[in-house]
């Protein structure tokens, strides 16, 4: 597929997919959605990738749905048309771990993408913010439901209600991202951050995502039994075995992702 809406490539075992709009602050329409989430299909099946970075551009990683595009639709087209949604599900579905590298403009759809990978590592000119109640509508691809999980109710409900923005700093207090770096650093951190996630053991490291999201939703009682299930699980894993004796004779281990 000829690609015009992202940039790919890749580092090393680093997978990385620019968004490439920057004309309308990359937002996201059908198309560009449709390379993104097969890019991220074509990476987690790729064996030499271990970790994927999605990125914007330094003035934004993404101003939300196009607006252009959807501003004319019907329910019935939306329903129908739900690139959105089913690209979002197509990365949620995804085993190895995503980084958002985020800068500058998050907002909206732009904000539930980020919220839909595993980690944030922001600049410190992110501004995020669901802006949908600008536009006579709501957050439609997790917003409401995800930003709420992430940041209490409260706020989300205000960030929501009100269309306004929250700064990076803000953001790294309340948990939605895991990191705020200088403006100039953002991508080289979640570049490192990529790499050291991609020198670990890829079977613990796609169960632990696995768990992560799993037993975010599930009832803590549910949620133990379920990692503890995946915990058993990797015993029988070479990698374990190698882990766990490479420790003992002090040496590096030597990871086979078996
Ligand atoms: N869509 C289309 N074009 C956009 C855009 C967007 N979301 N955001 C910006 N642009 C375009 C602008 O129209 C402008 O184009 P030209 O005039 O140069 O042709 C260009 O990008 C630069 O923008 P500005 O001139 O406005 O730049 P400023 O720095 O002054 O302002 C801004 C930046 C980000 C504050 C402003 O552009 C803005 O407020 N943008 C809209 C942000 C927004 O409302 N985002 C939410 C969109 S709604 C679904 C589920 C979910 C969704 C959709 C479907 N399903 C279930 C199917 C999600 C919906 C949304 O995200």
């Not at 700093?169 to 951190?189: H, N, Q, W």
């Not at 079977?203 to 939703?217: D, L, Q």
């Amino acid at each position: 597929m000829a690609l015009e809406n992202i940039v790919v490539s890749r580092e090393d075992s680093v997978g990385l997919i620019q968004l490439n709009r920057p004309k309308v602050l990359n937002a996201l329409n059908g198309a560009l959605m449709e390379e993104l989430a097969a890019a991220v299909d074509e990476f987690d099946h790729d064996s030499a990738i271990h970790c994927i970075i999605i990125h914007g551009t330094d003035r934004a990683f993404s101003a939300g749905a196009d607006i252009e595009q959807m501003s004319a639709a019907t329910p019935a087209m939306m329903l129908e048309n739900s690139w959105i949604n089913r690209n979002f599900e197509r990365l949620r579905r995804a085993s190895k771990p995503i980084i958002a590298a985020v800068s500058g403009y998050c907002l909206g759809g732009g904000c539930e993408l980020a919220m839909t990978c595993d980690m944030v590592i922001a600049s410190e000119t992110a501004q995020f913010g669901q802006p949908e109640i600008n536009l006579g509508v709501i957050p439609g691809a997790g917003g409401t439901a995800r930003l709420a999980r992430a940041i209490g109710k409260s706020r989300a409900m205000e960030l929501i209600l009100s269309g306004g923005r929250m700064s990076a700093k803000e953001a790294e207090m309340r948990g939605l991202v895991s990191r705020v770096v200088p403006g100039e650093l953002y991508l080289e951190e979640a570049k490192k951050l990529a790499r050291e996630i991609a020198g670990k053991p890829p079977i613990a490291v796609r169960f632990a995502k696995e768990s992560i999201n799993k037993v975010y939703e599930l009832p803590l009682s549910e949620g133990l039994d379920y990692e503890s299930r995946l915990f058993y699980t990797l015993f029988s894993t070479e990698d374990q075995k190698e882990g766990m004796s490479a420790f003992l004779a002090k040496r590096k281990p030597h990871w086979k992702g078996k």
